[in-house]
Protein backbone atom coordinates (compact mmCIF):
# COMPACT_ATOMS: atom_id res chain seq x y z
CA UNK A 1 0.00 0.00 0.00
CA UNK A 2 1.61 3.46 -1.02
CA UNK A 3 0.48 6.68 0.59
CA UNK A 4 0.98 9.93 -1.33
CA UNK A 5 1.29 13.22 -0.09
CA UNK A 6 2.12 16.64 -1.46
CA UNK A 7 3.57 19.12 0.54
CA UNK A 8 2.40 23.01 0.08
CA UNK A 9 4.61 25.51 -1.01
CA UNK A 10 5.40 27.68 2.01
CA UNK A 11 3.69 25.05 3.94
CA UNK A 12 5.24 24.95 7.94
CA UNK A 13 7.12 21.34 8.29
CA UNK A 14 5.19 21.14 11.42
CA UNK A 15 1.62 21.32 9.82
CA UNK A 16 3.30 19.03 7.18
CA UNK A 17 3.79 16.35 9.56
CA UNK A 18 0.37 16.55 11.22
CA UNK A 19 -1.27 15.78 7.89
CA UNK A 20 1.38 12.71 7.51
CA UNK A 21 0.24 11.39 10.89
CA UNK A 22 -2.99 11.74 10.21
CA UNK A 23 -2.86 10.06 6.89
CA UNK A 24 -1.01 7.39 8.34
CA UNK A 25 -3.86 6.68 11.32
CA UNK A 26 -6.40 6.86 8.54
CA UNK A 27 -5.38 4.62 6.19
CA UNK A 28 -4.88 2.09 9.39
CA UNK A 29 -0.98 1.54 8.92
CA UNK A 30 0.16 2.40 12.51
CA UNK A 31 -2.38 0.09 13.79
CA UNK A 32 -1.08 -3.10 11.62
CA UNK A 33 2.54 -1.93 12.60
CA UNK A 34 1.59 -2.27 16.34
CA UNK A 35 -0.11 -5.69 16.05
CA UNK A 36 2.69 -6.87 14.06
CA UNK A 37 5.12 -5.59 16.23
CA UNK A 38 5.32 -9.35 17.96
CA UNK A 39 3.79 -12.61 16.80
CA UNK A 40 0.82 -13.35 17.59
CA UNK A 41 -0.28 -17.56 17.84
CA UNK A 42 -3.06 -17.97 15.66
CA UNK A 43 -4.67 -19.17 18.93
CA UNK A 44 -4.56 -16.61 20.83
CA UNK A 45 -5.74 -14.23 18.08
CA UNK A 46 -8.92 -16.37 18.09
CA UNK A 47 -9.50 -16.22 21.66
CA UNK A 48 -9.21 -12.41 21.63
CA UNK A 49 -11.76 -11.84 18.63
CA UNK A 50 -13.54 -13.91 20.29
CA UNK A 51 -13.66 -11.98 23.42
CA UNK A 52 -13.97 -8.52 21.47
CA UNK A 53 -16.91 -10.07 20.03
CA UNK A 54 -18.71 -11.25 23.35
CA UNK A 55 -17.96 -7.73 25.32
CA UNK A 56 -19.49 -6.08 22.12
CA UNK A 57 -22.93 -8.51 22.60
CA UNK A 58 -22.40 -7.63 26.53
CA UNK A 59 -22.39 -4.08 25.79
CA UNK A 60 -25.36 -4.11 23.78
CA UNK A 61 -27.34 -5.96 25.91
CA UNK A 62 -26.95 -3.74 28.78
CA UNK A 63 -27.79 -0.62 26.36
CA UNK A 64 -31.18 -2.45 25.53
CA UNK A 65 -32.33 -3.70 29.01
CA UNK A 66 -32.00 0.23 30.45
Do not use: Q
Request: hydrophobic share 30%; proline share 3%; aromatic share 4%.
Amino acid sequence: MSLRMRVHDREPIGLALRRFKKLLERSGITRELRSRKYFEKPCEARRRAKLRKLSTIRKHMLENSR
